[in-house]
């Protein structure tokens, strides 16, 4: 594993943005086996977990965040009391820092869209 | 006639008009007159998780503040999107002595606040304060033989610190619905997230979530689901209809707010405009209760 200095900083930058001890997390995958959207992320809430815990910076290319409804079933579940959402807010919030806006509203068809629908996603998905 | 603070949000001026339509007309006729805001602003729909951004919460803690100011120390909310985002901010600024000092200094047009304006979603309303017993004395055509599936979705009940009932097992639907004289069902999906935001760019997630639970309800034998949030709405009957178009051989179930079930059995189906939902409500209601056919 390769664990080089700037993806050590991952850990960090992932606990100073959610406000999480990241290595409370002990691996139940309760977290994972509630969540509703397993299925559109190609790694489980709780791998993401590890890798952040691992720095391994690899984890910043996995579509889990941006699967992420922030719908909070796992933030109930975890018998650790982590904060699961706030930990893929803040894998979000390291590429919008960076100008990596996930979604582009020019793209968009938003006509038939309600503005909750467009100004809840522009807050999750664009910087 | 009872005045309580009330912020709409923007949905209810728009998306969901009737279901700001309804629940003004249910409370009068309650005896309680839902006072908007003279001024607010967008709550941000979504609390932002985000530690080190205090920016954000800055949209919710001044319609806190303007609740104070108009002389409020409670302030009551429809859409469960609204009412999450205020009141976890609110624990935030009463939780957080820093951060709430942070805020405050930056806001320094506003008088400081401190968390004093108690956040209360009507569900609350009306099971803590006026009472279900309240609720059955209105009802003129009691929903006798129609089964509701009580969709419950994500920001009512989550997190548990802010939630107004229990997160696995909650109930104030259920008792809503026995109280209008019709039968809760249950059915597996009542707190499952619909998708939420996904549905701006990710539609073909919403739509196998949109039938899970959908399907679900209908499989427990639900005519109607009934919800409080403007996104898990149109997530549901908008995105159904969508769904149609891929799966024709979806039986669909319309999905209304809770506050247009309560105006059919109080005798104001009028208010509702079922007419715009793109399931239609209104073959169901009309086989299954007395009045809910009107408009
Ligand atoms: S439920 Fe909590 S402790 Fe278990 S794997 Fe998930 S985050 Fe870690
Ligand atoms: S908050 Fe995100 S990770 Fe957690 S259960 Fe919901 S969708 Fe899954």
């Keep these: 594993m390769d664990l080089t200095n700037s993806d050590r900083d991952l850990t960090a930058e992932v606990e100073e943005l959610s406000g999480e001890n990241i290595f409370s997390c002990y691996q139940c995958g309760k977290c994972s086996a509630g969540c509703p959207f397993t299925e559109e992320m190609d790694q489980l809430p709780n791998q993401v977990l590890r890798k952040v815990q691992m720095g391994d910076g690899s984890v910043l290319d996995s579509n889990t965040p941006w699967t992420c409804a922030s719908c909070l079933s796992c933030e109930v579940d975890c018998p650790k009391g982590n904060d699961v959402p706030a930990i893929m807010e803040a894998m979000r919030e390291i590429s919008l820092r960076k100008n990596l ?21 522009l807050r999750k998905k664009t910087g | 006639m009872r005045d309580i603070a009330y912020y709409p949000g923007c949905s209810l001026k728009e998306a969901a008009k009737s279901f700001e339509d309804s629940a003004l007309k249910v409370s009068e006729e309650m005896g309680v007159n839902l006072k908007e805001l003279s001024r607010w602003n967008c709550c941000g729909t979504v609390y932002s998780l985000t530690d080190d951004n205090l920016m954000k919460q800055l949209g919710p803690i001044r319609n806190l503040i303007r609740a104070r100011d108009e002389g409020s120390d409670e302030l009551y909310t429809l859409c469960s999107m609204c009412d999450n985002t205020l009141k976890r901010a609110n624990s935030l600024v009463r939780g957080e002595e820093d951060k709430r000092d942070k805020i405050n200094n930056f806001m320094d047009q506003e008088n400081d606040y401190e968390g004093s304006v108690e956040v209360h979603h009507y569900l609350e309303l009306l099971r803590d304060d006026l009472g279900w017993g309240e609720v059955r004395d209105r009802v003129v055509n009691p929903l006798e033989g129609l089964n509701v599936a009580p969709y419950y979705g994500c920001m009512l009940t989550r997190p548990k610190e802010i939630g107004l009932d229990d997160p696995h097992d909650p109930t104030v639907f259920d008792e809503l619905v026995e109280s209008l004289g019709g039968t809760p069902v249950d059915f597996p999906y009542e707190t499952e997230c619909c998708g939420s935001y996904n549905t701006v760019d990710n539609e073909e997630m919403v739509l196998n979530k949109t039938q899970t639970i959908t399907a679900g309800a209908k499989k427990s034998g639900a005519d109607v689901i009934i ?48 007419a715009e939902h793109a399931i239609d409500p209104r073959e169901v209601l009309e086989l299954k209760t007395k009045a809910g056919s009107e408009r």
């Design chain 2, 227 to 274: 919800t409080a949030c403007p996104l898990c709405h149109f997530n549901l009957d908008s995105r159904q209809s969508d769904l149609l178009e891929v799966a024709p051989n979806h039986k669909p179930v319309p999905v209304i707010y809770f506050t247009q079930l309560m105006a059919i059995a109080f005798g104001y189906p009028e208010v509702n405009k079922f």
């Design chain 1, 101 to 121: 806006d996930r979604v582009d509203l020019n793209e968009l068809e938003t006509k038939d869209l309600p503005e909750i629908a467009l100004v809840s996603n």
